[in-house]
């Protein structure tokens, strides 16, 4: 599972623990912390 501070690559991830859902839109966007939890892990 992708995390925090890892690019992944431009797309949409759901945080882990709340479903909170993060868009990168650049290849290069590292993923933040969640912003609604502050989780780390993505899915
Ligand atoms: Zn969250």
């Not at 966007?29 to 780390?40: F, M, Q, R, S, V």
């Amino acid at each position: 599972m992708p995390k925090t501070g890892e690019q992944p690559g431009s797309g949409l991830y759901v945080c882990s623990s709340c479903g909170t859902v993060v868009r990168l839109d650049e290849r290069e966007d590292a993923l933040p912390p969640c912003p609604t939890c502050e989780g780390t892990e993505y899915k």
